[in-house]
């Protein structure tokens, strides 16, 4: 149980478009859901934290206009990357807290690169 | 800020030592402390955590221990295999939906 599935999981596109990443608890809810971007050989560094029904809190330095959270249900959380350009090439990775054992549980993450 | 100092960045053990690895926390509320290991291009998988009620905690191969008065936990992987070579972070958090804040991240290999 506690399965977070995350979708896609590569992505290329060209600079300039926008690029959607899904998160999805896929048996239980998940009232919050965290984002986070991982640079080569680096850590994972919180993006935003993302609570069902309201607006993303975002983490100093993360341009919220650029990086579109909407968290619509208890088991889907989506991360709009707008107008990527090739400094957004990154690994994102999100996690979803809930389950039997209140932890968070994290997606396989999504390899984006933009041309 | 770096709340979680997590050392070495890199570790090299036979095939059958003993891996250890060590992390330190500066905020005196975080009360859960995982460790995650992570092969390349895939997220972070959970291997074991603990919690500042006990001092040591063990599934398997992989122990945790914690030291609460020193503000440090550590991992040891027994018995270490090749297959055990990833990227192994520690991370802490306040208990319910706060973020974790992780460690660097210690590359281990383990050579047969």
């Known amino acids: 149980g506690a399965v977070v599935s995350q979708h896609p999981s590569r992505v290329i596109c060209k600079s300039g478009t926008s690029v959607k990443i899904e998160c999805r608890s896929l048996?239980?809810?998940?009232?919050?859901m965290f984002w986070y971007r991982q640079f080569p050989k680096q850590s994972l560094m919180l993006m935003a934290t993302?609570?069902?029904?309201?607006?993303?809190?975002?983490e100093q330095g993360v341009e919220k206009d650029k990086f579109l959270i909407n968290h619509a249900s208890l088991t889907l959380s989506t991360l709009t990357v707008t107008s990527a350009h090739p400094e957004d090439s990154s690994f994102y990775i999100c996690s979803a807290w809930g389950g039997a054992k209140n932890i968070q549980y994290f997606g396989a993450g999504t390899r984006l690169s933009v041309l | 800020q770096q709340q979680v100092k997590q050392s070495p960045q890199s570790l090299i053990v036979q095939k059958g030592g003993i891996s250890i690895i060590n992390c330190a926390y500066e905020n005196t509320a975080f009360d859960y402390f995982p460790w995650y290991q992570q092969f390349p291009g895939k997220g972070p998988a959970l291997l074991i955590a603990?919690?500042?009620?006990?001092s040591e905690k063990k599934e398997g191969r992989f122990t945790i221990s914690f030291n609460k008065s020193a503000k440090q936990f550590s991992l040891h992987i027994m018995d270490s295999q090749p297959g055990d070579s990833a990227t192994y972070f520690c991370?802490?958090?306040?208990?319910?939906?706060?973020?974790?804040?992780f460690g660097k991240g210690t590359r281990l290999s383990v050579i047969a």
């Open positions: 048996d239980f809810q998940a009232t919050t």
């Open positions: 991370a802490a958090s306040v208990s319910g939906n706060t973020p974790l804040v």
């Open positions: 603990i919690r500042p009620d006990v």
């Open positions: 993302s609570n069902e029904g309201s607006k993303a809190t975002y």
